[in-house]
């Protein structure tokens, strides 16, 4: 089980374990833009608006794990993220 979990943890660049990072671009305006929905509540356009640039990002965010995550534990949440997205705009 050490092996296995040596292996979905392990940073492939620098060796050390790896579970949370700094946030990308995308996932900071996500923050942002969840933040300010949070505190403003906008209605109608601009509440649409906030929301596609959010469901974007997050968009960007979950391909960009996914393509270049440093293990697979980084890999999988870009899958999850993904997922989440999709079921979420359907």
């Not at 579970?19 to 996500?30: E, G, K, R, S, Y």
């Not at 300010?36 to 990002?57: E, F, I, T, Y």
Request: with cysteine; hydrophobic share 55%.
């Amino acid at each position: 089980m050490s092996r296995v979990l040596n292996w979905f943890f392990r940073n492939r660049q620098t060796g050390e374990i790896t579970i949370a990072q700094m946030p990308n671009p995308a996932l900071w305006i996500v923050l942002v833009g969840c933040l300010v929905g949070w505190v403003w509540h906008p209605q109608g356009q601009d509440g649409v608006q906030l929301d596609c640039l959010v469901k974007a990002s997050l968009f960007v965010f979950a391909v960009d794990e996914i393509l270049r995550g440093v293990n697979p534990w980084r890999r999988c949440l870009g899958a999850a993220v993904l997922i989440y997205v999709v079921v979420t705009m359907v």
